[in-house]
């Protein structure tokens, strides 16, 4: 039973490019979260996700990024026109209900604007 | 709202010492605590966590915390470390919704030989 899969593990890309990062959630798991982790600071929540529904984007900067959870396949984290300030390692989890108790974390994405 | 406040960002210690690394929150309303580690360039594993009962949780690789509501702490302690236990160290609430997790911003513990 594999864990939370990431991909890509690291991602360069320039000011003004997309970045598009992607999570399988565990065997079973409906439910997906993405933290964000600044150097020097704890994970941060951005967004809570359903298959096919955005729970919580409370902690979703307002533009350039946004999240879904098809119903086939990954969930995606899209950042749009990418700023040096978006460098950071970004998280997905997976639980197989509505709770924090239930987390299996992947092992991130780091994301390096140039 | 939840916070996490962990009060040393580094704690060097010798081989086989024991350790205690400091954990201390705010919340209006019931929580959920939890300790992850993550090693260099990895994700995030589950120490241990509380939700109810025993305010003594005992965890993976040794690892103890004790939930203390009065002085509102959930500090982490191992008897005695080792080199491989080297890595950052979080401490994270849940409350209210229960399934956001806050995190502080984590305490660098380095076991020097």
């Known amino acids: 039973n594999a864990g939370v899969m990431q991909n890509p593990r690291h991602l360069v890309r320039r000011r003004g490019q997309e970045a598009r990062l992607r999570c399988s959630p565990m065997k079973g798991h409906s439910h997906v979260y993405w933290y964000r982790q600044l150097p020097e600071e704890g994970l941060k929540f951005m967004v809570y996700?359903?298959?096919?529904?955005?729970?919580?984007e409370s902690g979703m900067p307002k533009e350039r990024f946004s999240a879904e959870f098809p119903k086939e396949g990954p969930s995606i984290l899209r950042i749009q026109q990418v700023v040096r300030g978006d460098s950071a390692a970004y998280f997905c989890a997976s639980s197989p209900s509505r709770d924090s108790y239930g987390y299996t974390f992947g092992s991130g994405t780091r994301l390096t604007v140039v | 709202a939840q916070s996490v406040t962990q009060l040393d960002s580094q704690v060097p210690v010798f081989e086989e010492a024991p350790v205690e690394l400091r954990c201390n929150y705010s919340s209006s309303v019931s929580v959920y605590l939890f300790w992850y580690v993550q090693y260099p360039n990895q994700g995030l594993q589950l120490l241990l966590k509380y939700l109810s009962g025993s305010t003594l949780v005992k965890g993976i690789n040794g690892f103890e915390a004790e939930f203390n509501k009065s002085q509102t702490s959930f500090h982490l302690r191992k008897p005695s470390v080792h080199i491989s236990d080297t890595a950052e160290y979080f401490c994270?609430?849940?409350?209210?919704?229960?399934?956001?997790?806050?995190f502080g911003k984590g305490t660098l513990l380095t076991v020097n030989p």
């Open positions: 996700l359903q298959k096919e529904n955005i729970i919580d």
């Open positions: 994270a609430v849940s409350g209210g919704s229960n399934y956001k997790l806050t």
